[in-house]
């Protein structure tokens, strides 16, 4: 069941003239890498960041703040003749720092042109499936954990690849042997499939609704195709080593669109 959290009068929250005016914040106490749900009680529309937010029938709306968003982010609730911005307050969380060594140098820093040429088709490829904003509302159901194995990785964490510092970690890793099962985690539509991406390898993104979708990738294996509708629970990969791996294991990432969250805080909410 999905929490509510009503967004009541207080110094860092929000006015309470929000309730009147018709938001609802469900996600309780959001912090850094947050998928956040809201509700839009009666008329009106919903911006964060200066994007107009999807709100379905039922006046459910999402968006997701990052690993190094500001303690303070504002929703506007805008109607005719009205404007009004509420502050949400964010939870600062602290990160690990890993070392990666023995990486072959090439999947560390690549140079090649061909390589380059590859890599930047690719990262195309992904974005485009990650910027769909269909009216599906599936972010609204819990989560589940895609594959059952070690926590080897968590996100938000720096890794250092041969010494060389790179961008934090943007997913949730499960490693176990190659040909264990992925699942999906929650309904959606699979937006993206390809069997070898350079850097990540056997890469899959299902399209949850509204810009929220989650992306699995190193697989052995891909079950599904794109445009396919998947069921929570339902297999859709195997884990594998492929891309650049060190081992064999599931690397789990969640978006609000471009906003890299983390999928870890969808499970085992309290309800």
């Given at each position: 069941?999905?929490?509510?959290?009503?967004i009541?009068?207080?110094?860092?929250?929000?006015?309470?003239?929000?309730?009147?005016?018709?938001?609802?914040?469900?996600?309780?106490?959001?912090?850094?890498?947050?998928?956040?749900?809201?509700?839009?009680?009666?008329?009106?529309?919903?911006?964060?960041?200066?994007?107009?937010?999807?709100?379905?029938?039922?006046?459910?709306?999402?968006?997701?703040?990052?690993?190094?968003?500001?303690?303070?982010?504002?929703?506007?609730?805008?109607?005719?003749?009205?404007?009004?911005?509420?502050?949400?307050?964010?939870?600062?969380?602290?990160?690990?720092?890993?070392?990666?060594?023995?990486?072959?140098?090439?999947?560390?820093?690549?140079?090649?042109?061909?390589?380059?040429?590859?890599?930047?088709?690719?990262?195309?490829?992904?974005?485009?499936?990650?910027?769909?904003e269909?009216?599906?509302?599936?972010?609204k159901?819990?989560?589940?954990?895609?594959?059952?194995?070690?926590i080897?990785?968590?996100?938000?964490?720096?890794?250092?690849?041969?010494?060389?510092?790179?961008?934090?970690?943007?997913?949730?890793?499960?490693?176990?042997?190659?040909?264990?099962?992925?699942?999906?985690?929650?309904?959606?539509?699979?937006?993206?499939?390809?069997?070898?991406?350079?850097?990540?390898?056997?890469?899959?993104?299902i399209?949850?609704?509204?810009?929220?979708?989650?992306?699995?990738?190193?697989?052995?294996?891909?079950?599904?195709?794109?445009?396919?509708?998947?069921?929570?629970?339902?297999?859709?990969?195997?884990?594998?080593?492929?891309?650049?791996?060190?081992?064999?294991?599931?690397?789990?990432?969640?978006?609000?669109?471009?906003?890299?969250?983390?999928?870890?805080?969808?499970?085992?909410?309290?309800?």
């Amino acid at each position: 069941m999905i929490q509510r959290v009503v967004i009541l009068l207080c110094a860092s929250l929000l006015s309470v003239s929000a309730l009147a005016q018709g938001i609802e914040l469900i996600t309780r106490s959001p912090q850094q890498g947050s998928m956040v749900i809201g509700q839009l009680l009666g008329e009106g529309e919903v911006y964060y960041g200066g994007k107009r937010l999807s709100v379905d029938k039922t006046g459910y709306f999402v968006f997701g703040v990052g690993r190094d968003a500001e303690a303070e982010v504002k929703l506007t609730l805008k109607r005719p003749n009205q404007e009004e911005d509420f502050p949400v307050r964010i939870t600062p969380r602290q990160w690990q720092i890993e070392r990666v060594d023995g990486l072959p140098p090439s999947k560390v820093s690549p140079k090649a042109p061909e390589v380059l040429k590859r890599i930047a088709a690719e990262a195309r490829l992904v974005k485009a499936a990650r910027n769909q904003e269909s009216s599906l509302n599936y972010f609204k159901m819990p989560f589940i954990m895609p594959a059952q194995g070690r926590i080897s990785g968590v996100y938000g964490s720096q890794r250092i690849l041969n010494g060389e510092p790179k961008r934090p970690h943007y997913g949730l890793d499960v490693a176990n042997q190659v040909g264990t099962a992925v699942v999906a985690p929650a309904h959606g539509v699979v937006s993206l499939v390809h069997e070898d991406m350079f850097y990540s390898g056997g890469t899959l993104i299902i399209d949850h609704g509204q810009g929220i979708s989650s992306t699995y990738i190193h697989l052995n294996s891909i079950d599904v195709k794109v445009g396919q509708t998947v069921e929570q629970g339902q297999k859709i990969a195997t884990i594998g080593a492929t891309g650049r791996a060190t081992g064999p294991h599931l690397d789990w990432r969640l978006n609000w669109f471009q906003t890299r969250l983390d999928p870890q805080l969808l499970i085992n909410q309290p309800d």
